[in-house]
């Protein structure tokens, strides 16, 4: 029976199955293969069954803040209760009540600005707040600098909507807006920038600094950083009670916050009198965008007061802003002249063949700023040749009498201006009347930042009438008189 049980005891046994160990074999390649083919299923069963996330908003883009246009600008205009009157009608010239923003700012309230009557055709006029407690120590100077220099704090305390720019002036500076919108549209107002143009006169740069925008001739400075000065600007006028002016004051304190000015020679100060025609016949390559001191002017038309004179050029600037002044020099080799354009202003005829860089220096029309007759006083910061003190041996000049728009561009027509009874070559001593023919000009940024010379050419026959035509050049077109 033992022996039975052992040997059913040896022939019953309980088996164990044990479930194979992927890893108890050696790694060969091919098991390598299958493993990796099993994760990978593995891992594609998780990722279809699995719960997605929440999707989060994907983060807004600031939107393009467009074109700057006039609405973008405000300008502020510094005036007096006893100038103001008189300067209207310069102001008059570039405001617009429908399309610029602008304010005058008066130490008192002006008579002719008080009551129902007010005049619509002019910017409102706000009264500056009292300065009597900050110090002023120049001199013989005005303590107005300090009401003015603080003009800015006052324009960007008013919280105007959707500025860029501020445009500060003078109530006897006339500012060309368009072209002043497309110039500062090079510019992100979202930085910091300073942008004007320092004094014609050497003397006076030196007195004040070669870095500075002279306040007449208008300036602009960026809507972030109007805002940071309007918060500094009162500690700098206590700091600053030795200076002149007002603009200095201006520079003083940006310069405090670390920023230069970005020079557009655009900007006139014009500390010059007398006769503008050398100046305004011979602009820089940059649009117009101010002119300053129209008082010590002679008129820049003849027979006609400053105003009247002012409003001819300003026909020129309502049609075509971009070109206005813009000098475009031909030539008429034929009859051996030589034709300067300053284009809504004057045509000057020249006998002979006059090299086009001798062109581009100003003929000195004008006298210094200041009457001291000292050589330094004459001094200038553009090249200049001289004005024959004899009549006949000047350029026959054709002032601009009329401009309009034609189907296919403008016409402006000149007439010639006669001094004295001089003697002229036989091709231009009948010549009465100029017409130039030109197309709008409607250059984009990337063009203001590279502006080339416009050429021109002159029909071939004429005899009292002389028609021009003014074009852009071509790719390697050069500006001289042809054999």
């Known amino acids: 029976m033992r022996n039975q049980y052992r040997k059913s005891s040896s022939t019953i046994r309980f088996r164990r199955q044990v479930m194979p160990n992927p890893f108890s074999k050696a790694l060969t390649p091919s098991r390598l293969k299958d493993l990796l083919f099993f994760f990978s299923l593995l891992f594609l069963l998780y990722l279809l069954f699995r719960q997605p996330p929440p999707r989060l908003p994907l983060p807004s883009s600031p939107a393009s803040p467009g074109p700057t246009e006039r609405r973008h600008l405000v300008f502020a ?7 103001w009157p008189l300067r209207k009608p310069y102001v008059r010239l570039w405001y617009s009540p429908k399309s610029t923003r602008a304010f005058v700012f008066l130490d008192l309230p002006a008579e002719s600005d008080v009551g129902d009557g007010l005049d619509r055709s002019v910017p409102p006029v706000i009264v500056s707040g009292d300065t009597s407690r900050f ?4 001199r013989g100077g005005l303590r107005s600098a300090i009401r003015v220099a603080r003009v800015v704090k006052e324009i960007v305390d008013r919280g105007e909507p959707d500025v860029r720019w501020f445009v500060f002036g003078d109530d006897d500076t006339v500012f060309v807006v368009e072209n002043l919108v497309k110039t500062l549209s090079k510019y992100d107002h979202e930085r910091w920038f300073y942008v004007g ?11 004040y600094s070669f870095d500075m925008a002279f306040g007449g001739g208008g300036f602009a400075i960026s809507h972030s950083l109007a805002k940071a000065l309007a918060k500094v600007i009162d500690s700098c006028l206590v700091r600053y009670a030795h200076l002149y002016g007002s603009d200095a004051r201006i520079f003083s304190c940006v310069a405090e916050l670390g920023v230069g000015l970005t020079h557009e020679p655009g900007f006139h100060q014009v500390d010059m009198r007398g006769n503008m025609l050398g100046m305004l016949s011979a602009h820089p390559l940059s649009p117009l965008l101010s002119l300053h001191h129209l008082d010590v002017m002679e008129p820049i038309f003849p027979n006609m007061n ?3 004179a002012f409003e001819r050029l300003f026909e020129a600037v309502n049609v075509e802003p971009t070109q206005i002044l813009q000098q475009t020099v031909c030539y008429d080799s034929a009859h051996s002249l030589t034709v300067s354009v300053a284009w809504g202003y004057a045509v000057q005829v020249i006998e002979g063949n006059k090299l086009l860089p001798d062109l581009l220096s100003l003929q000195k029309t004008f006298t210094p700023w200041r009457r001291s007759g000292s050589v330094e006083a004459s001094q200038y910061t553009f090249n200049t040749r001289d004005y024959p003190r ?4 000047r350029p026959t000049v054709y002032f601009m009498e009329s401009v309009t728009s034609i189907n296919n561009g403008i016409q402006s027509n000149y007439a010639r201006f006669k001094e004295g009874n001089c003697p002229k070559a036989s091709a231009i001593e009948n010549l009465h009347n100029i017409r ?10 990337e063009q203001l930042k590279a502006i080339r010379r416009q050429c021109c050419d002159i029909l071939p026959a004429f005899n009292d009438s002389m028609i021009i035509n003014i074009r852009q050049c071509g790719v390697d077109e050069l500006i001289f008189m042809h054999s």
């Open 390 to 393: 004899d009549a006949c041996k």
């Open 197 to 207: 143009s320092n004094s014609e006169s050497y003397q006076q740069n030196v007195k």
């Open 436 to 445: 130039v023919y030109s197309t709008k000009q409607e250059l984009d940024i």
């Open 306 to 308: 400053r105003t009247q």
């Open 77 to 83: 205009v510094a005036s007096s209760s006893r100038s």
């Open 135 to 138: 110090p002023y120590t120049f």
